[in-house]
T-cell receptor
Framework: QQPVQSPQAVILREGEDAVINCSSS?????VHWYRQKHGEAPVFLMI?????EQKGHEKISASFNEKKQQSSLYLTASQLSYSGTYFC????????????FGGGTRLMVKP | NAGVMQNPRHLVRRRGQEARLRCSPM?????VYWYRQLPEEGLKFMVY????????ESGMPKERFSAEFPKEGPSILRIQQVVRGDSAAYFC????????????FGQGTRLTVV
């Protein structure tokens, strides 16, 4: 069953903050966050692992609540380049990087 | 270019023809994943392969679809006798380890069935 993302869409002004949530009905082993711009490949943002380890490549933070089976992505001081659709992908133990993706959150940052 | 390479970027096929989609993983990566994305929707897992092995194909339709990752050369996703419902973007991702690590996506192949 795919994770549920909220909100489905959000519009920000440049410099504002946003939080995107990802909730699963299954126990989570890992959560992977990606951003996709229209017509392009999903770009890796961050991976959060059970036990608290995080790996990311950009100035974006996230949390992983194992008990609540949810993750949140925090975008602070948004820039125009943050616009796109954000997807969370959840991984089960032993399932490797075979991810079940949520439906996405569309983010638009306006000047 | 050390990224995941997919070709062709765009593919048009008539109903009933075959489509072959290719994916070369990042250098040093031996784990390949194929996903399908319908317009305005999320990515749906199809198949996970390592060199010469299909690890998990639970997301792949039982008929007309097949995938391989030979010892030499790219991974191939093959769709036989395409139908209009096969029209979608097909993405391949690769990772260096089986889990606990990021997977990088290619630019995708946009298949249109006419």
């Amino acid at each position: 069953q795919q994770p549920v993302q909220s909100p489905q869409a959000v519009i920000l002004r440049e410099g504002e903050d946003a939080v995107i949530n990802c909730s699963s009905s299954k126990a989570l082993y890992s959560v992977h966050w990606y951003r996709q711009k229209h017509g392009e490949a999903p770009v890796f943002l961050m991976i959060l692992l059970k036990g608290g380890e995080q790996k990311g490549h950009e100035k974006i933070s996230a949390s992983f609540n194992e008990k609540k089976q949810q993750s949140s992505l925090y975008l602070t001081a948004s820039q125009l380049s943050y616009s796109g659709t954000y997807f969370c992908g959840t991984g089960a133990s032993g399932a490797g990087n075979m991810l079940t993706f949520g439906g996405g959150t569309r983010l638009m940052v306006k000047p | 270019n050390a990224g995941v390479m997919q070709n062709p970027r765009h593919l048009v096929r008539r109903r009933g023809q075959e489509a072959r989609l290719r994916c070369s993983p990042m250098k040093g990566h031996s784990h390949v994943y194929w996903y399908r994305q319908l317009p305005e929707e999320g990515l749906k897992f199809m198949v996970y392969l390592q060199k010469e092995n299909i690890i998990d194909e639970s997301g792949m339709p039982k008929e007309r679809f097949s995938a391989e990752f030979p010892k030499e050369g790219p991974s191939i996703l093959r769709i036989q006798q395409v139908v209009r419902g096969d029209s979608a973007a097909y993405f391949c991702a690769s990772s260096g380890q089986a889990q606990n690590t990021e997977a990088f996506f290619g630019q995708g192949t946009r298949l249109t069935v006419v």
